[in-house]
């Protein structure tokens, strides 16, 4: 009988040990690797943004887009550079890590020559004509720690390549009303660590996006997309931001980062 005891304990140990060896991540475990990604300290790009309506028309914007951590807090600009009746805007942010802090977004519209602050309420308006939220522009390829409760619900693959199903809804009705989001599921690449699906539904359950994040590849050791593509299964309409002259080592000026320089421009 203890025999036999003994046996069933090491069959139970086995199982137990095999099982756990293929358990999935938690949502916050995946969270925290996708936020924990080398993004490098400074990033300057060129950023071409095309919006085509459901007729086939299309519109192309050029602008240039610039990053930089400081420590934990993240500032990023975006110039447009053309065509000439956009020619002057310029959107600054500043993503502060602190989880009772709200963050600080500015937009100038030359047409104004004001630079307006955007309010957290304002974070779920859609940014300059295109199918990307302000929240969505400050957070790039991050995601919002603050914002959401998440869980890890399956596992699926994207372009052939295998990714983890994270799940997350809004901590609050008032936050989902900010965000413009019931539910985001995101499938995230689970051996870079990089989202390269997400899909949105709105406050009612229904259907709002799909954003991909395409053609990602190293640039001078960081793994970056090239192209995202946004489709609003709403309205039709779809986004493309198409990425090129991405720099990570040449870093970039601090005070690009400033109320005075989304007046000035961007200067070559």
């Known amino acids: 009988m203890n025999t036999l005891l003994a046996l069933l304990a090491v069959t139970l140990l086995m199982f137990t040990d095999g099982a756990s060896g293929t358990e999935l991540p938690s949502g916050d475990e995946i969270a925290r690797r996708i936020n924990a990604r080398d993004e490098g300290i400074a990033v300057s790009r060129k950023v071409t943004m095309e919006m085509t309506e459901t007729s086939g028309k299309s519109r192309t914007r050029e602008t240039q887009g610039f990053r930089k951590y400081y420590g934990r807090e993240k500032r990023t600009v975006i110039f447009y550079l053309s065509p000439r009746s956009i020619r002057g805007t310029a959107f600054l942010t500043y993503d502060y890590p602190e989880p009772g802090r709200d963050d600080d977004q500015w937009l100038y519209l030359p ?52 990714c983890l199903l994270l799940e997350s809804r809004p901590v609050s009705p008032e936050i989902a009303e900010e ?54 299964h709403k309205t039709g309409h779809q986004t493309r931001f198409h990425f090129a002259n991405v720099d990570y080592q040449s870093g970039v000026d601090d005070r690009i980062f400033t109320q005075n320089a989304l007046k000035r421009g961007w200067r070559r």
């Open 179 to 232: 965000l413009g989001y019931g539910k985001v599921l995101q499938c995230v690449d689970d051996r870079i660590w990089m989202v390269r699906r997400s899909q949105m539904w709105d406050l009612k359950g229904q259907p709002l996006k799909t954003i991909h994040f395409r053609d990602i590849r190293q640039v001078q050791g960081i793994w970056t997309p090239h192209l995202i593509e946004v489709v609003n």
């Open 111 to 162: 047409a104004l020559r004001k630079v307006r602050r955007i309010s957290a309420s304002d974070r779920g308006d859609y940014f300059l004509g295109t199918d990307f939220t302000y929240e969505d522009i400050k957070l790039e390829t991050r995601v919002s720690l603050k914002d959401y409760r998440r869980k890890t619900v399956g596992e699926d693959e994207v372009d052939g390549v295998h």
